[in-house]
């Protein structure tokens, strides 16, 4: 499997564009994550989605953003408008529920893309 | 709910010097742990887990062990490296219920020749 595939890897946009990142989560995996990377807060969880339904947005920081998941090998996280805080890295990762007694897969992460608000 | 406290970073070492990184955790049941590494401009990549009490992880020279009784999950190596600088993660995902998995802060560890 190629991993974890997230487009584009390096984003520049104006203030007030719309962005959308895309990612595609590893074949199989029932989970997939999207989060925020940024110096001043770390690494944050922004949502995840089990079997394609969201779970919890709680992380989303404003109506800006969305998320969407409309089929398992597939997921977008959109922003518009745009704005210079939301420059950031964010990441896609997905895992599985082996649904075992405890025994899970980790989360597998995807490169990650590197979003510039000017 | 879940929680996961690192020590604060960076940490810079000199090149085979003892490591040590804390991690301790909040969660219900035995949640399984991990540790990520993050190397400079790439996403996160796991560097070991353990998945109940008393296992302990091991991958590329780096230890941790879970202690249940203390709530503990610290990464430890035995002479680092040049090349393991980089941002540790520890993590863990808790028993039953949705898969979520609840990050620390991270610490950097620089290592210097």
């Known amino acids: 499997d190629a991993g974890v595939i997230q487009s584009p890897r390096h984003e520049v946009t104006e203030m007030g564009q719309e962005v959308t990142l895309r990612c595609k989560p590893i074949?199989?995996?029932?989970?997939l994550f999207w989060y925020r990377q940024t110096m001043m807060r770390g690494l944050e969880l922004l949502i995840y989605?089990?079997?394609?339904?969201?779970?919890?947005d709680s992380g989303m920081p404003e109506d800006r953003f969305s998320a969407k998941m409309p089929n398992a090998s597939f997921s977008t996280l959109k922003i518009q408008p745009s704005e210079p805080r939301d420059s950031a890295v964010y990441f896609c990762?997905?895992?599985?529920?082996?649904?075992?007694?405890?025994?899970?897969?980790?989360?597998?992460f995807g490169q990650g893309t590197r979003l510039t608000v000017v | 709910g879940n929680s996961v406290t690192q020590m604060e970073g960076p940490v810079t070492l000199s090149e085979e010097a003892f490591l040590t990184i804390n991690c301790t955790y909040t969660?219900?049941?035995?949640?399984?742990l991990f540790w990520y590494v993050q190397y400079p401009g790439e996403g996160l990549q796991l560097l070991l887990k353990?998945?109940?009490?008393?296992d302990k992880g091991s991958n590329k020279g780096f230890e941790a062990t879970y202690r249940k009784e203390t709530t503990s999950f610290h990464l430890e190596k035995g002479s680092v490296q040049v090349s393991d600088s980089a941002v540790y993660f520890c993590a863990l995902i808790p028993i039953g219920g949705y898969q979520k998995v609840t990050f620390g802060t991270g610490t950097k560890l620089q290592v210097i020749p």
């Open positions: 969660a219900t049941g035995y949640p399984s």
């Open positions: 989605f089990n079997n394609n339904v969201p779970i919890d």
């Open positions: 353990a998945t109940k009490a008393d």
């Open positions: 074949s199989g995996h029932d989970y």
């Open positions: 990762a997905s895992s599985s529920n082996l649904g075992r007694g405890g025994e899970y897969t980790e989360a597998f």
